[in-house]
């Protein structure tokens, strides 16, 4: 399904041939990511549990994220609003209006079934661009403080490892 077209991009459902490209194109980055991993998430968007977006700039697969339709963990579990995981956009790609085209799109289809849709970021620079992107988009802190690998964080304590499961909560609501 496309959920979003003009001259240059597309957005549209994630198929398999994608996997591939985005496992190409982020270990070009320098990154490790993990072929089983877009296979899982191929996997739960075909048992409805989520939409994956692909991103297309000028035929090529540029971005993607991951709208999962419940929230299994975190400070929005069991609430009944969506979850935006997993938002990228591979480098070259990246201050061309990818990533706000995903995000529309994402919102969007959120907002078929919430009035608000949430989101964990990480902390470390790296996420610095998506951070300042979610601020620009409305998105706020949940107000729960900071997460680590699924549990809630707690004054004083010492977390090791600034990795990816270092996140703080945020959401936005989409309609009143």
């Known amino acids: ?27 070009a ?17 075909a048992e409805g549990k989520c939409v994956a977006l692909t991103a297309v700039y000028q035929g090529s697969p540029a ?4 709208l999962y339709r419940t929230v299994d963990a975190g400070p929005f579990a069991g609430r009944g609003i969506p979850e935006i995981v ?5 480098q070259k790609y990246q201050r061309r209006g990818v990533g706000d085209r995903l995000m529309d799109a994402a919102e969007q289809i959120a907002a078929q079934q ?3 849709v949430c989101l964990g970021v990480g902390l470390c620079a790296e996420y610095g661009s998506a951070q300042r992107m979610y601020v620009r988009r409305g998105y706020i802190p949940d ?24 996140v703080l909560y945020l959401s936005k609501r989409l309609r009143s």
């Open 114 to 116: 919430a009035d608000s």
């Open 143 to 166: 107000g729960s403080g900071v997460w680590y690998q699924g549990r809630q964080c707690v004054q004083y304590e010492s977390v090791c490892t600034i990795d990816d499961d270092l």
């Open 63 to 66: 971005g993607s994220l991951y």
């Open 86 to 90: 997993d938002f990228g956009v591979l």
């Open 1 to 27: 399904m496309i959920f979003y077209q003009d001259e240059e991009l597309v957005v549209r459902n994630m198929d398999e041939a994608d996997a591939q490209v985005f496992f190409d194109g982020y270990t």
């Open 29 to 45: 980055q320098g990154w490790h990511p993990d072929m089983e991993y877009y296979r899982m998430r191929l996997r739960d968007q």
